[in-house]
Nanobody
Framework: QVQLVESGGGLVQAGGSLRLSCAAS????????MGWLRQAPGKEREFVAAISRSGSNTYYRSSVKGRFTISRDNAQNTVHPQMNSLRPEDTAVYYC????????????????WGQGTQVTVSS
């Protein structure tokens, strides 16, 4: 079981940037693809971004393409989404998640989750 701990959330004005971090432990990190998902109040959890085991492939939901960039460091067992040009609709709890699949883009394909970190974007 992968243990995941997120950090880096906070309050930012619209147009600002945040860089989240997720530290993994308990497993060989490079054997897992990683993803970030988010859940806003009253809404279902949704996919945001994913990165393959090696980091060579990335995927994004359409609304964040060009604004978010996901990266990973397999030596440090970390994964980071860099979030730029943030919008109020990006406000949510952001979750780091791990999947044994080569790449995962739906909630059901992620087997391990962090506790989440709050991102609030003010208008």
């Amino acid at each position: 079981q992968v243990q995941l701990v997120e950090s880096g959330g906070g309050l930012v004005q619209a147009g600002g940037s945040l860089r989240l971090s997720c530290a993994a432990s308990g497993v060989t990190f490079s054997r897992y693809s990683m993803g970030w998902l988010r859940q806003a109040p009253g809404k279902e959890r949704e996919f945001v971004a994913a990165i393959s085991r090696s980091g060579s492939n990335t995927y994004y939901r359409s609304s964040v393409k060009g604004r978010f960039t996901i990266s990973r460091d397999n030596a440090q067992n970390t994964v980071h989404p860099q979030m730029n040009s943030l919008r109020p609709e990006d406000t949510a709890v952001y979750y780091c998640a791990a999947s044994p699949l080569v790449i995962a883009t739906i909630t059901a394909d992620f087997g391990s989750w962090g506790q989440g970190t709050q991102v609030t974007v003010s208008s």
